[in-house]
């Protein structure tokens, strides 16, 4: 039956129809608005077609506007549905929609994640910038990776994990409009990438990266590609990926290698090799709430893995190493979900098929106990040491020392380590603190101690009046901080001697106005008072004289 003498039908009978002549139908896929599925053409000439479903509010003429190049109207795509009437349409009508007459617009990647020194070279002018997360990347620009690792998501949710001393270009990055379909093409010009491509649709989107020696075009797979000198190395983990050099690709299967050498006298060269299994990793707690943590697996003949880190929600490459044995030691992740992938190293540093062991981590800080000084010591020393125990597992801690209880205004710490002793970062001037010891498991785990007193003797510096100065009848003096000195004291006399006082007082401030009687002379002076016992010695006088 030709198209145009097919008559409008509702959703229900549509799908009758198309059932009825054999008509293929895709999984729904999910966009920004209405979902829909890729069928051939029900005239049987094997058009891909994308069918999108109609949402609550939405007419047959907005979403045309939205998805059809200009070269095709919504008059053309209301005469391929062979729709009398658009107006009549509602929500859960079906409209089918040539993968062809689709818009097609750049669409860029997101960084996801990066560790280590990564760089972004522009594709627009060449420039270097570090990568960070969340940079966009654009059609053209590339990604040197370095001695960093970086996470990259493109458009359709697919992702791509650049390894260490890799180079990554960018050379197209296209979606179809608001169906969430891409055509995306990487150049892979050394190192070493992972990939988890979604599925993509028969005849509308593409996912293909090049390298010096081969290309890998995939369908909606996970797969590992490696160059460099001597070739072009692919290890499939899921779904099938088309590889070779150029025009010569075949399907390798998940759980397979294949390479492609360019060694003198092979070049282009594609060897295929079953992957070894992956090993059997033993049961561990789904969550681990301390660490270190053994990892082993079952005994095999092969004596070297390839075990790598990935965080679960980022993607972030944590962790990547050789290990010879059956035994790992999980240690220093912070709190959060990750996999664990372990393959066999095989010939050629090679790996096989990974066995996966997702883990969550969920470590807890536990309060430190505090061993010295004890609550309300004196100490002699201006770098006192402070000593304490750790109570959790896995655990980083610092002291930190104030002037005040509440610790709002730090004066030292130190640095953050798993020891249980530690020095002050400065030295501590004569008076009294506060300190305490903070300890953090996993990266957002943290207990804090309650506070104890110190006193580090000695005396405080004597205060020095820093300037005077005189409006009409009043007379205002300033006078230099003492860090520790929680008041001063200020004495007013007649004579230097200080052996008269007519005025005393205790100010919390660093300034003080006086009253003085014109044409008499006075003196003034100052020392500074802390909490516990101690005080500095009176500073110089200064002769106040108002005319």
């Known amino acids: 039956m030709a198209e145009h003498q097919i008559p409008f039908l509702t959703k229900a009978f549509l799908v009758l129809v198309l059932l009825a002549l054999g008509a293929p139908v895709g999984a729904e896929l999910s966009i920004t608005r209405g979902s829909a599925t890729t069928v ?13 479903t109609l949402k609550p509010g939405e007419s ?3 979403v045309a506007n939205e998805l059809l190049v200009a070269s095709h109207t919504a008059g053309r795509l209301r005469q391929h549905n062979a729709i009398e009437n658009s107006a009549m349409l509602g929500e859960g009508d079906r409209i089918r929609i040539p993968l062809s007459w689709l818009k097609r617009q750049p669409n860029p990647a997101r960084v996801t994640s990066v560790s280590g020194g990564v760089q972004l070279i522009s594709g627009i002018n060449g420039r270097k910038k570090p990568l ?12 040197l990776s370095g001695r960093g690792a970086a996470t990259i998501t493109l458009a359709d949710g697919s992702e791509v994990r650049l390894s260490p001393d890799s180079r990554l270009i960018f050379n197209r990055l296209t979606q179809y409009g608001k169906s969430g379909m891409v055509d995306t093409r990487l150049r892979l010009n050394r190192g070493e990438v992972h990939t988890r491509v979604k599925p993509v649709i028969e005849g509308g989107a593409r996912f293909e990266i090049e390298t010096p020696s081969a290309v890998a075009a995939v369908r ?3 797969f590992s590609l490696k160059t460099g000198p001597q070739g072009t190395h692919l290890q499939v983990t899921e779904g099938v990926v088309d590889f070779g050099a150029p025009n010569q690709t075949h399907q390798i299967p998940a759980g397979y ?15 295929i090799r079953k992957m070894p299994p992956a090993p059997e990793i033993n ?23 390839r075990l790598d880190v ?10 990547s190493r050789e290990i010879n044995g059956n035994r790992f030691d999980i240690s220093r992740l912070d709190n959060g979900q990750y996999e664990i992938h372990l393959a066999v190293l095989g010939q050629h540093g090679m790996a096989g098929m990974p066995g996966i062991l997702p883990i969550e981590v969920d470590l807890q800080a536990r309060t430190a106990q505090l061993l010295a000084p004890e609550n309300g010591g004196n100490v002699n020393d201006d770098m006192p040491e402070f000593r304490w125990n750790l109570n959790g597992k896995n655990e980083v801690a610092r002291v930190e020392i104030a002037e005040d209880e509440a610790f709002r205004n730090l004066v030292a710490t130190s640095e953050w380590a798993p020891g249980t002793s530690a020095l002050p970062s400065r030295p501590l001037s004569p ?45 205002r003096v300033f006078w230099e901080k003492v860090d520790t000195a929680a008041n001063y004291r200020m004495q007013l006399a007649e004579e230097p001697s200080f052996n008269k006082i007519i005025k005393e007082a205790t100010l919390p401030e660093t300034t003080a106005a006086l009253r003085l009687i014109p044409g008499r002379r006075y003196f003034v002076r100052l020392k500074a008072l802390s909490d516990g016992p101690l005080q500095s010695r009176w500073g110089p006088g200064r002769e106040l004289y108002l005319e």
């Open 40 to 52: 051939a053409s029900a005239s049987g000439n094997s058009v891909p077609e994308w069918i999108y």
């Open 60 to 62: 047959f003429a907005e």
């Open 132 to 143: 960070t997360k969340d940079a966009l990347i654009r059609v053209g620009d590339e990604v």
């Open 220 to 222: 909606g797979t996970a």
């Open 257 to 271: 290698s294949a390479t492609v050498a360019s060694n003198n006298g092979s070049r282009n060269t594609l060897n």
């Open 283 to 305: 049961p561990l707690p789904r969550v681990l709430t301390q660490l270190p943590t053994e990892m082993t697996w079952k005994q095999s003949p092969a004596s070297n893995y």
């Open 310 to 319: 990935f965080e679960t929600d980022s993607g972030r490459w944590v962790e």
């Open 431 to 475: 008076g009294q603190y506060y300190w305490r010891v903070v300890t953090e498991a996993g990266g957002n785990s943290v207990a804090t101690t309650q506070p104890r007193k110190l006193i580090v003797n000695g005396t405080l510096p004597p205060v020095r009046i820093i300037s005077i100065n005189y409006v009409d009848s009043q007379v």
